[in-house]
């Protein structure tokens, strides 16, 4: 077993360990949140979805969100509800960053030699630069949203390469909520000397958690250093074009 696959597996447990930890110690909020969302049926997803829209724009970290939605719907809803808001509330703050707010995110990326570089490389490979930025972000993705409203892509490049780069870490996150809430009622089981039947299966999802980030972990290694290259090049080759341009 090599070292990269040791410190792969370290960090799963310890993420699983820790949201475990917030269950036990924050099961009254995170049930009433699971339990609110539940209570909305059929309905529960979308408002989940809408939810995360203003969360975003209002930089609230959405990863409470994400793994709720995982713990209420699992896998496939919880993805599917976690990418449209997710993405919609990237658009939406991208909007907001170039009108109303447009002056204050210039005044804080003023003088970042990074994102110069990545508006530079945004100028030549718009869809591609953004893509690997949200598979491997420079920035938190709030402030990346906000960010990226200043440089030259446009909204449509924008869109697509956001809601295709941030569904890797979609997965992996609701994919950490389903499995928190599997392991947490296996642990309370065992410890009740209950041995339920489906036991067999609980298992098998974190073996799929540990797959998943795995996979998200070596996407993200290759992304970086894809980006890495690009601003890299983008850096060395001068422009006189300046300022932003709109689609």
């Known amino acids: 077993m090599n070292k ?19 269950l036990i110690l924050f099961r009254e909020q995170w049930n009433g949140l699971v339990n609110w969302i539940e209570d909305l049926g059929p309905w529960g997803p979308v408002a989940l979805a809408v939810i995360y829209v203003p969360a975003t724009v ?34 939406a703050a991208f909007l907001v ?13 003023r003088g970042n030699p990074k994102f110069r570089a990545i508006d530079q490389a945004i100028a030549e490979r718009g869809f591609k630069i953004v893509l690997l930025l949200r598979l491997s ?15 030259r892509v446009s909204f449509r490049d924008y869109f697509l390469a956001s809601w295709i780069g941030m569904l890797p870490g979609t997965l992996m996150y609701v994919y950490l909520g ?12 065992l410890f009740a000397g209950k041995v339920e039947e489906d036991i067999g299966q609980k298992l098998f999802v974190l073996v799929g958690l540990a797959a998943t980030v795995a996979v998200t972990v070596y996407v993200t290694r290759v992304a970086k250093k894809a980006l890495d290259e690009a601003l890299a090049g983008s850096e060395a080759t001068p422009t006189s074009s300046q300022g932003t341009s709109h689609d």
């Open 58 to 91: 209002l930089c609230v970290p959405g990863v409470i969100l994400t793994l709720g939605a995982g713990s209420a719907f699992g896998l496939v809803q919880g993805v599917i509800a976690i990418s449209i808001g997710s993405t919609l509330g990237a658009a």
């Open 97 to 109: 960053g170039r009108t109303l707010l447009r002056g204050w995110v210039e005044e804080w990326v």
């Open 137 to 151: 972000p420079v920035f938190p993705f709030n402030l990346l949203n906000y960010a990226l409203s200043l440089t």
């Open 178 to 189: 389903k499995a928190a809430k599997d392991l947490f009622v296996l642990i309370s089981d």
């Open 4 to 22: 990269s696959t040791i410190v792969r597996g370290l960090v799963l447990a310890v993420l699983v360990a820790a949201i475990g930890a917030s």
